[in-house]
């Protein structure tokens, strides 16, 4: 008989059936009128009724498969009995049946921290800016991004009544990512991608200091790194302390699977073992191609200003 699939496609494959959960609890969340929106830190720091049920699904889903693997959420939430309709114990076939690539062929699940953002660019959500909306789920061994699923709930939603709402892409080092058409920015043009509600003079200077030729803002880390693999941006680049472990580990998986680069400001790795700090201090910048240019234009007073 053939041998059952390795741990990490497991995960994987689960991974990709609960984000598409997820994206069916954000989608009746919205059209049922009540977001319940609560400011965390502040008014651009805002959890959702949706964001709440959406981790309790992930997280519960996953941890009743995997119990020894760490989840970490982005939402501090009571650990009550999760409703059994927020379950998802699906699988999808096709991760199943790939290969797992032989250096991840051994892990244990006590080896596994899953980071997660039940829903990335809550902001945007609210404002009914539902493009930029994505679920992160993220795979780390070693220390490393190592695979991810970034579920867009809302991908295809201006297409008209009878389009088809949502797509899943996942990817796992040493395989690739799918679910998208993988497409480069156009040649020689510098197209940063940054944050649209999390603004500030650092990240504006250094960003200029990179001479543009166009900058988008949108929301959500998940939504930069699909703006990079989908060639409508060039860079990603944020000179702030914002974004968290569970914003970059899914996007940095797929990114790395399909040869782009994601490093602090500093260009350091991020590291996602279970103990390390959540925060991602020293900002972000990422491309699929041509990391060292950008890297190497910028200013040394950002550099001074974000401490690792």
Same mark, same amino acid.
């Given at each position: 008989?053939?041998?059952?699939?390795?741990?990490?496609?497991?995960?994987?494959?689960?991974?990709?059936?609960?984000?598409?959960?997820?994206?069916?609890?954000?989608?009746?969340?919205?059209?049922?009128?009540?977001?319940?929106?609560?400011?965390?830190?502040?008014?651009?720091?805002?959890?959702?009724?949706?964001?709440?049920?959406?981790?309790?699904?992930?997280?519960?889903?996953?941890?009743?498969?995997?119990?020894?693997?760490?989840?970490?959420?982005?939402?501090?939430?009571?650990?009550?009995?999760?409703?059994?309709?927020?379950?998802?114990?699906?699988?999808?076939?096709?991760?199943?049946?790939?290969?797992?690539?032989?250096?991840?062929?051994?892990?244990?699940?006590?080896?596994?921290?899953?980071?997660?953002?039940?829903?990335?660019?809550?902001?945007?959500?609210?404002?009914?800016?539902?493009?930029?909306?994505?679920?992160?789920?993220?795979?780390?061994?070693?220390?490393?991004?190592?695979?991810?699923?970034?579920?867009?709930?809302?991908?295809?939603?201006?297409?008209?009544? #009878? /389009?088809?709402?949502?797509?899943?892409?996942?990817? $796992?080092? %040493?395989? !690739?990512?799918?679910?998208? *058409? =993988?497409? +480069?920015?156009?040649?020689?043009?510098?197209?940063?991608?940054?944050?649209?509600?999390?603004?500030?003079?650092?990240?504006?200077?250094?960003? #200029? /200091?990179?001479?543009?030729?166009?900058?988008?803002? $949108?929301? %959500?880390? !998940?939504?930069?790194?699909? *703006? =990079?693999? +989908?060639?409508?941006?060039?860079?990603?680049?944020?000179?702030?302390?914002?974004?968290?472990?569970?914003?970059?580990?899914?996007?940095?998986?797929?990114?790395?699977?399909?040869?782009?680069?994601?490093?602090?400001?500093?260009?350091?790795?991020?590291?996602?073992?279970?103990?390390?700090?959540?925060?991602?201090?020293?900002?972000?910048?990422?491309?699929?191609?041509?990391?060292?240019?950008?890297?190497?234009?910028?200013?040394?007073?950002?550099?001074?200003?974000?401490?690792?």
């Amino acid at each position: 008989s053939m041998a059952s699939p390795a741990l990490l496609m497991r995960v994987v494959a689960s991974a990709y059936s609960v984000a598409e959960k997820a994206a069916t609890i954000v989608r009746n969340v919205m059209s049922a009128g009540d977001l319940g929106i609560v400011e965390k830190t502040g008014a651009n720091d805002l959890q959702t009724k949706a964001d709440r049920l959406v981790q309790m699904s992930i997280c519960a889903s996953l941890a009743r498969k995997f119990p020894k693997v760490t989840i970490i959420g982005e939402e501090e939430l009571p650990t009550d009995e999760v409703a059994e309709e927020l379950i998802e114990d699906g699988n999808c076939e096709e991760i199943l049946n790939k290969t797992c690539p032989a250096q991840y062929a051994g892990i244990k699940e006590e080896e596994l921290v899953i980071w997660v953002d039940p829903l990335d660019g809550t902001k945007e959500y609210t404002e009914g800016l539902l493009d930029h909306v994505t679920v992160l789920i993220g795979i780390a061994y070693g220390g490393k991004a190592i695979a991810g699923v970034i579920n867009q709930p809302y991908y295809n939603y201006e297409a008209g009544a #009878s /389009a088809v709402l949502g797509r899943t892409i996942w990817g $796992v080092l %040493g395989m !690739g990512a799918f679910g998208f *058409q =993988l497409t +480069e920015a156009p040649a020689g043009k510098h197209i940063i991608v940054t944050t649209r509600s999390h603004s500030s003079a650092l990240v504006n200077d250094c960003i #200029s /200091a990179l001479n543009p030729d166009n900058v988008i803002r $949108v929301g %959500g880390a !998940g939504n930069k790194i699909i *703006q =990079l693999i +989908e060639g409508k941006a060039s860079a990603y680049v944020f000179a702030s302390p914002g974004c968290k472990k569970w914003d970059t580990c899914a996007p940095e998986a797929i990114l790395h699977a399909v040869g782009g680069k994601i490093t602090d400001i500093h260009g350091n790795s991020f590291q996602y073992n279970k103990e390390v700090k959540h925060m991602n201090s020293a900002g972000v910048l990422a491309t699929l191609r041509n990391y060292d240019y950008y890297a190497s234009r910028i200013p040394n007073t950002v550099k001074q200003s974000l401490v690792p």
